[in-house]
């Protein structure tokens, strides 16, 4: 019997003294999609991306820095090995860095920059043809265009094509959205959701906005003072209890999904998950079989102990409430699984009492169609 090939995996011990910070974590991750490194301003996200790229090291003698031996290997190449005084300088990881601001050469049209980007990387490792950098960033009309030309979302996506032209085997994205306002935003994620797809390139991705790290990763690590508080599947994380991210108005679950059907004359997807079916109100038609993530607000979900007739809500799931934790004065948060999908909904603690809300109780979890977005 043939085995399965082992899956790829990206590992980085990293242990970065500095006076006053210290970064120590231990990260494993899938060697594929995008994984989001989340958590305050200062928590070390940067620090964490330039400890794997090689810009940032303790004193090569670990004894000396008083530092656990760092490692980085990113799916079967080892770029750092501290133990066996082993060290890739920057030049020699595989890497792109897309940073907040694109920093593109000014005296170069954005063929140019790309072209740089391209001439960088030995002829036997180009994985990534320069027009196939270009199509998945949308860039093609604006090739003879100087960077002072671009708006800050066509520089963004150059500054990504450059980056994907060298065929990385990762690539580190520092907040790439972060500079821009929410229509250049809305016009860059589609281009970051659709490239991770094309290309399997793993990602690493800095943000501070959840709603971005809910659409874009299928991963995270949730950073804290230099540490890791936790890691896994970003479903997983954002709606654990024992976690920050899983309270207060933003907690939100993410439903990856099927389309089985858009009806065109009023606008509604219906979309098949692990707990059933959802439907939602998309004005933009979906193809049958097309992959959706969701993303449902803990807020916008209620909960009957009856599936309630003649309702205006369009989903009601059956559910079973996995656990409960007070949420704010008043209001409590309630894990519930449907299906194998882990939903939040957030009532006030007198619904709770009046439910008998408990682990175990079978509910009714309902949700408005025009309260999930995808
Ligand atoms: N070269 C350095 N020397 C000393 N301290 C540093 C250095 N670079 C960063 N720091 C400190 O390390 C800590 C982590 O910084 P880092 O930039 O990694 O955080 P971050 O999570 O990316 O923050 P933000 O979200 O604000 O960008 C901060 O306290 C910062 O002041």
Not at 32 to 43: E, I, N, Q
Not at 172 to 188: G, N, T
Not at 217 to 231: F, I, N, P, Y
Not at 266 to 288: K, N, R, W, Y
Request: aromatic share 4%; with cysteine.
């Amino acid at each position: 019997m043939e085995t399965a090939p082992p899956l790829p995996f990206i590992d980085a011990r990293l242990h970065l003294v500095r006076p006053g910070f210290t970064l120590d974590v231990d990260l494993h991750l899938p060697g594929r999609g995008v994984t989001a490194l989340f958590g305050p301003s200062g928590c070390g996200k940067t620090t964490c991306l330039r400890g794997i790229a090689g810009l940032t090291r303790n004193h090569p003698n670990p004894s000396l820095a008083r530092a656990r031996p760092g490692r980085v290997v990113v799916n079967g190449e080892v770029w750092q090995d501290d133990a066996a005084h082993l060290w890739r300088a920057t030049h020699e990881r595989a890497l792109g860095y897309v940073f907040q601001e694109a920093s593109l050469f000014d005296h170069l049209n954005v063929r140019g920059n790309i072209a740089y980007g391209l001439q960088r990387t030995p002829p036997a490792r180009r994985q990534v043809a320069l027009e196939q950098a270009v199509e998945l960033l949308g860039i093609g009309h604006l090739m003879e265009r100087k960077p002072q030309a671009l708006s800050g979302g066509e520089r963004q996506r150059v500054a990504i094509a450059r980056a994907l032209a060298t065929s990385p085997r990762l690539l580190l994205m520092d907040e790439p959205l972060a500079a821009l306002d929410a229509q250049r935003k809305a016009e860059v994620l589609p281009y970051l959701e659709t490239l991770h797809r094309a290309l399997d390139i793993p990602v690493l991705y800095v943000s501070h906005a959840i709603d971005e790290v809910a659409r874009l990763a299928s991963h995270m690590v949730l950073l804290r003072e230099g540490r890791v508080l936790a890691q896994g599947p970003t479903g997983e994380l954002i709606t654990r209890l024992d976690l920050p991210l899983a309270h207060g108005d933003a907690a939100a679950t993410v439903i990856d999904s099927t389309v089985q059907q858009h009806d065109a004359h009023d606008h509604i997807t219906t979309v098949g998950f692990s707990g059933g079916q959802l439907l939602l109100v998309s004005p933009t038609a979906h193809a049958p079989g097309e992959a959706l993530r969701l993303r449902v607000q803990a807020r916008d979900v209620s909960l009957a102990l009856a599936a309630p007739e003649d309702s205006s809500i369009l989903n009601i799931l059956p559910a079973t409430v996995v656990a409960l934790a007070e949420d704010s004065p008043g209001q409590c948060m309630v894990a519930l699984d449907a299906g194998a999908t882990r939903l939040l909904a957030r009532v006030t603690q007198r619904s709770a009492q009046a439910l008998s809300l408990a682990p175990g109780r079978a509910v009714f979890a309902q949700i408005k169609g025009i309260a999930i977005v995808n």
